[in-house]
């Protein structure tokens, strides 16, 4: 069974960048879309971003103009840029794999990854 990993994540100061990875494990991509959520302590799943199979995006508000999701198809490899973090972006970083394009619901998602941790610190 196919299933996300997610690499990259650590502990940043506030303000600075970090890149995460997800990459298939058992399998490919293929034509699906592949979305980023987090879920920091006490708070439910949260959508951050998705990108197609075409490379279009899209994003949520709260992170729209510092975070980056783009794909190495090459590669079998998804991104995450995240610039100017902040205390708020604390948070278990997850990717999934959906067939509904440019969805932003995790009930969309099929393949999930165990997660990585993001921790920004002031």
């Known amino acids: 069974q196919v299933q996300m990993v997610e690499s990259g994540g650590g502990l940043v100061q506030a303000g600075s960048s970090l890149r995460l990875s997800c990459s298939p494990s058992?399998?490919?991509?293929?034509?699906?879309?592949v979305g980023w959520f987090r879920q920091a302590p006490g708070k439910e799943r949260e959508f951050v971003g998705v990108?197609?199979?075409?490379?279009?995006?899209y994003y949520a508000w709260a992170v729209k103009g510092r975070f980056t999701v783009s794909r190495d198809n090459a590669a079998n490899t998804v991104f995450l840029q995240m610039e100017s973090l902040r205390l708020e972006d604390t948070a278990v970083y997850y990717c999934?794999?959906?067939?509904?394009?440019?969805?932003?619901?995790?009930?969309?998602?099929?393949?999930w990854g165990q997660g990585t941790q993001v921790t920004v610190s002031s």
């Open positions: 990108i197609n199979w075409s490379g279009k995006t």
């Open positions: 999934a794999t959906t067939s509904y394009g440019l969805a932003a619901v995790a009930d969309r998602y099929n393949y």
């Open positions: 058992g399998g490919t991509f293929g034509d699906d879309a």
